[in-house]
């Protein structure tokens, strides 16, 4: 896996537990206006309309503002409903935003050679191949996390 992600990436559509029914809902947004960021559950048809203001981000932080994007939760980044795609694992949570975002860490989780490459002459330290938790990448972790995220992968 050669090409680096970004988890901004995976934040443009987050596949989400409905708050209403429990089934698997969306949240769409368009990155160049945050503010037409919406939920969607086209089981039992609720929605609603991001009310944040701003494209600011923050990471890994609990944050209970309104107005900016809070990344690295198992929750979206947007209402901070669950994210469909969530679970546990030795008491550390798991998590992917959508399929994509799933598929990426099951292919690089999976990775036993897992070479870091420069772009353009530079290291990409922002890269979600870079910002993974110690934890996640021990290979005596491999095995069960794989486990874990196939599970997902089955929801």
């Given at each position: 896996m050669s090409n680096y992600q970004y988890?901004?990436?995976?934040?443009?559509?987050?596949?989400?537990?409905c708050q209403n029914c429990s089934k698997r809902s969306v949240v769409i947004s368009n990155p160049e206006n945050r503010k037409e960021?919406?939920?969607?559950?086209?089981?039992?048809g609720k929605s609603k309309i991001w009310k944040g203001e701003s494209n600011s981000y923050e990471f890994g932080v609990r944050s209970q503002k309104t107005d900016g994007i809070s990344i690295g939760q198992p929750v979206d980044c947007?209402?901070?409903?669950k994210l469909w795609y969530?679970?546990?694992?030795?008491?550390?949570?798991?998590?992917?935003?959508?399929?994509e975002h799933l598929n990426f860490l099951i292919e690089?989780?999976?990775?036993?050679?897992?070479?870091?490459?420069?772009?353009?002459?530079?290291?990409?330290?922002?890269?979600?191949?870079s910002r993974l938790p110690?934890?996640?990448?021990?290979?005596?972790?491999r095995e069960g996390i794989i486990k874990?995220?196939?599970e997902l992968l089955d929801k």
């Open positions: 988890i901004y990436d995976y934040i443009n559509k987050i596949d989400i537990e960021t919406k939920s969607l559950c086209v089981n039992c947007y209402f901070k409903s969530s679970t546990i694992f030795k008491g550390e949570p798991l998590f992917a935003y959508n399929l690089y989780i999976n990775d036993k050679l897992r070479e870091r490459t420069k772009i353009n002459g530079n290291w990409s330290n922002g890269s979600l191949q110690n934890w996640m990448l021990k290979a005596e972790n874990k995220l196939n």
